[in-house]
């Protein structure tokens, strides 16, 4: 089987302006909306050569949810807590601050966007 990578990640939203707000500052990024054909789009991509691209989509029939595909991104573990401290200010909610992993010094958080979406961050400690 031939190994895969995400590449992209698209996050249903249904207010796109409270969308961009919250996760430009839980990420410390800038968000630019961009509209085409109907379908409004705020996109982020990163400048580093193969990483993972964003976009918050405000799409008919794209519905936020806490059900279905969890995505997680990967932090530091110096990182977590800052990351977090970011969540509930910009209109999210943590699930789990601090969630144990199968695999031996690997750890995950859970969060709920302003949309309502739950998505996660994993990193690893040292041993």
């Given amino acids: ?66 059900k279905g595909v969890h995505v997680s991104f990967g932090t530091g573990a110096g990182e977590i807590e800052t990351v977090l401290a970011r969540v509930e200010p910009a209109g999210g909610r943590i699930i789990t601050r601090r969630g144990e992993l199968l695999l031996p010094n690997n750890y995950f958080a859970s969060v709920q966007d302003s949309e309502g979406n739950v998505f996660g961050f994993v990193w690893a400690e040292p041993a």
């Fill in 1 to 66: 089987m031939t190994a895969v990578q995400v590449a992209w990640v698209e996050i249903p939203v249904d207010d796109l302006e409270r969308a961009a707000r919250f996760y430009g500052a839980l990420f410390d990024a800038k968000f630019d909306i961009i509209d085409g054909g109907g379908t409004r789009r705020i996109s982020i991509l990163t400048a580093e050569q193969g990483a993972v691209g964003v976009s918050l989509n405000k799409t008919a029939n794209f519905e936020p949810s806490g």
